[in-house]
């Protein structure tokens, strides 16, 4: 059996590399600025890679979304990014599949479950996105009204990880 110092040294040493800053050159760097980043200011830009390189990601990866939000850049963080956080630490034990509120399209709300093991026990933690507080407003809704299952799953599963791993996802929305 391993030790308990181990399993967190090597969790630790997961987490650390995970974290490492890629590099970007310059030819990827144009090609961000024309498709990840298109129509981002040159101080936009320059955060939205100070937040990639924060969080040990390449732009390129998509695992941080460059966004504008009423004319200002805000960083919208990947599920992917939130879910492989979550698997990093070892600890992840899954989740269950969305419930939804509401008869109609789109769903009032979604509550997603996510289980971590924590001192050996596996414990749920539930969150609950109602859709009034996350669709964007039109215009910047596509996907919204395309997938508005998913898209409010998606929610639902990102609060829930964040409960749970609180530590792994602090600052990531």
């Not at 990866?61 to 879910?83: A, C, E, N, W």
């Not at 001192?119 to 809704?141: H, I, K, L, M, V």
């Not at 609060?159 to 791993?165: D, H, T, Y």
């Amino acid at each position: 059996a391993r030790r308990p110092q181990t399993e967190t040294a090597e969790r630790g040493t997961r987490m650390t590399e995970a974290l490492a800053v890629p590099t970007v050159t310059a030819d990827q760097l144009e090609l961000v600025k024309k498709t990840v980043a298109q129509g981002a200011t040159d101080a936009e830009l320059r955060l939205y890679l100070y937040d990639c390189a924060r969080q040990g990601v390449h732009p390129l990866d998509r695992l941080i979304h460059f966004t504008k939000r009423g004319g200002k850049y805000t960083p919208v963080t990947s599920i992917d990014l939130m879910r492989t956080r979550a698997a990093d630490t070892g600890e992840y034990a899954g989740n269950d599949d969305a419930t939804f509120r509401g008869g109609g399209e789109p769903p009032i709300s979604a509550t997603v479950t996510v289980w971590r093991l924590v001192q050996g026990q596996r414990c749920a933690f539930t969150a609950t996105a109602r859709w009034e507080e996350y669709c964007p407003p039109s215009g910047q809704d596509h996907m919204w009204r395309k997938m508005p299952f998913t898209m409010l799953a998606k929610c639902a599963e990102a609060l829930a990880l964040r409960k749970g791993f609180p530590r792994q996802l602090a600052g990531l929305y």
